[in-house]
């Protein structure tokens, strides 16, 4: 039985989980002895059939490296990796020479920090982030105040875990150089006004990175409609392999920004004398690139572009509002994360019970959510607490499996209590 | 006379034999964990916590009349399972048996195969402080 069919029917329709799932093989397994129920999309998504194949449909079809190979399984390649870079670009409406392939979010906010921070700030200047930030838009930002003798100013987060943007105003000034944003908090699933806070930014002169690695998988993006100056996210969150991720730009700061790492590909010429570096969007990928991660990406955007994100937003705001309908009903359940605006996410305790003891009773009925700090230490403080159990949903995730949570969730506190 | 160590461990060998499946045995150890006697405030100071585990145990030990006590507590309730059933088998100890102990019961129970890495780390930990309490009082 799938409860899915108790909702009304426009919302059934948007999305049949359950042929869905058939294209996502790893979740048809048990685990300790119960179907696995895998909820800790916020961490690592799964794959679809379409992204395992498309790997190895390049490792057994055209491996090779890309680029200036003058042979067939070259031009294939290099086709291939290309083409997925249009896709990324169409998927965010960006022009692909502003479309840099890095490791991940962790490295293009670090890239960032690195080429366009180490040009531009100096002492006196200030960085602002907020508190709800993942320790990767934290210490890259951190080790650039720390190098220039800048400040970084955090914006508060109310207990509902919603930016206080009266204070961000108050923050901004025209010292104000870089401001970078999660779109959506790993932790607590809060969608955050980007929109507004890049004008406001853009206002007072400074530019914007947008952390976008937890809203990528769940809702359409359009950088140009941001206006956003930079935004990072990661292949390995939005159903693509690990170890591949974007750096998005304006041209116009990238063109200005140095190199970032020297080597292969990111060059024009080399002599012992001087180099001359390469064009955009090679400028900043030197070393032979993540081939396969590229294609898978490319890959996984196309998937969830026939499913439609529209779709998977409606479908997974159905789960969370199911969700936290659920879950408020067990006794002395906490949520952590009430933003008005969230993703699917719900971070919660349980009275006094550790979020790992929980974790691991979960594990033992074939449920897997993540607990801990969530690379949020800050965050955590500013909720005095030393981490959270999260459940977080993709679009693959039932109302079946939300109530094998609920139901995990009662036997383990019953346990632990 | 205290009970013999791999007496006290063979009783916890037969208990474990009695479960069906792991959900089971999570529920005895935590409440062995329950049924522990609590530790005085001013044992559960940064200074009596054992080093190398995930979750915060705090560990006291005391000698009377020859014997090794340890007493602890946890804010897991997991792990707080895990160092009553040490309590179990060592407190109440000659030093020189408690830093002999073999503790065969670990292997013979499967109690590692469903902690995580650093849960099973945290495991040995214990039994390395506990064990190290009972070597300074044996000289």
């Known amino acids: 039985m799938s409860t899915i069919y108790e909702y009304p029917v426009n919302v059934a329709a948007m999305l049949d989980v359950n042929k869905v799932r058939n294209d996502f093989p790893i979740l048809h397994q048990k685990v300790n002895g119960r179907p696995l129920v895998y909820l800790d999309n916020a961490a690592t998504s799964q794959k679809p059939y379409a992204v395992i194949n498309a790997v190895k449909e390049y490792y ?6 890309i680029h200036r190979g003058a042979h067939h399984l070259a031009h294939l390649a290099t086709v291939a990796y290309e083409e997925a870079r249009k896709t990324v670009a169409r998927h965010i409406n960006a022009n692909e020479q502003e479309i840099n392939f890095v490791r991940g979010t962790t490295e293009a906010v670090n890239l960032v920090a690195s080429t366009y921070g180490r040009q531009n700030i100096k002492a006196g200047d200030e960085i602002i982030i907020s508190a709800m930030e993942h320790h990767s838009n934290i210490v890259p930002w951190q080790m650039l105040c720390e190098e220039k003798g800048a400040a970084l100013k955090v914006i508060p987060v109310t207990k509902e875990g919603e930016i206080i943007f009266d204070e961000y105003l108050k923050l901004l000034s025209d010292r104000t150089r870089i401001v970078s944003i999660a779109y959506v908090s790993n932790a607590l699933g809060t969608i955050n006004p980007v929109k507004e806070i890049i004008a406001a930014a853009h206002k007072a002169g400074a530019v914007v990175f947008i952390d976008a690695a937890q809203a990528v998988p769940h809702k359409a993006i359009d950088v140009k409609a941001l206006d956003c100056d930079f935004m990072g996210f990661s292949g390995h969150k939005v159903f693509a392999t690990t170890g591949i991720g974007v750096l998005y730009g304006k041209a116009a700061l990238l063109e200005k920004m140095p190199p970032y ?11 012992f004398e001087k180099t001359t570096y390469n064009e955009l969007p090679y400028k900043f990928e030197a070393g032979t690139p993540n081939i396969e991660g590229g294609i898978a990406l490319g890959t996984a955007l196309d998937y969830i572009n026939s499913i439609g994100l529209d779709n998977i937003s409606a479908y997974e705001q159905e789960l969370l509002s199911y969700g936290t309908r659920k879950l408020q009903e067990i006794d002395e359940l906490r949520i952590v994360g009430t933003a008005k605006n969230k993703s699917s996410v719900l971070s919660f305790l349980v009275g006094n019970i550790l979020p790992y003891d929980l974790g691991v009773i979960l594990n033992e009925q074939g449920i897997a959510i993540r607990t801990g700090h969530h690379c949020c230490q800050p965050l955590m403080d500013r909720f005095n607490i030393e981490g959270t159990c999260r459940a977080s949903m993709a679009f693959y995730n039932t109302t079946d499996e939300i109530d094998a949570l609920a139901a995990g969730i009662k036997r383990a506190v019953t346990m632990l209590r | 006379m205290p009970q013999l160590i791999a007496e006290i461990e063979n009783e916890i060998v037969d208990d474990f034999a009695l479960f069906d499946d792991q959900m089971q045995k999570y529920e005895y150890i935590i409440d062995l964990g329950k049924k522990l006697a609590p530790l005085a405030p001013e044992y559960l100071q940064d200074d009596f916590l054992v080093k190398g585990c995930q979750s915060k145990v705090w560990l006291h030990a005391y000698m009377d009349n020859g014997l090794v006590y340890f007493e602890a507590d946890s804010n897991s309730s997991i792990a707080k399972g895990i160092i009553a059933i040490l309590i ?12 002999n102990a073999q503790l065969d019961f670990i292997d013979k129970t499967d109690l590692r195969s469903h902690l995580s890495s650093q849960r099973s780390n945290g495991l040995t930990a214990m039994i390395q402080r506990m064990k190290s309490f009972a070597a300074s009082y044996a000289q």
């Open chain 1, 60 to 65: 057994e079809r055209y491996n090779s490296n």
């Open chain 1, 261 to 271: 790492m020297g080597g292969g590909e990111m060059i024009k010429r080399v002599t």
């Open chain 2, 88 to 99: 179990r088998v060592l407190s109440g100890q000659k030093p020189v048996d408690i830093v």
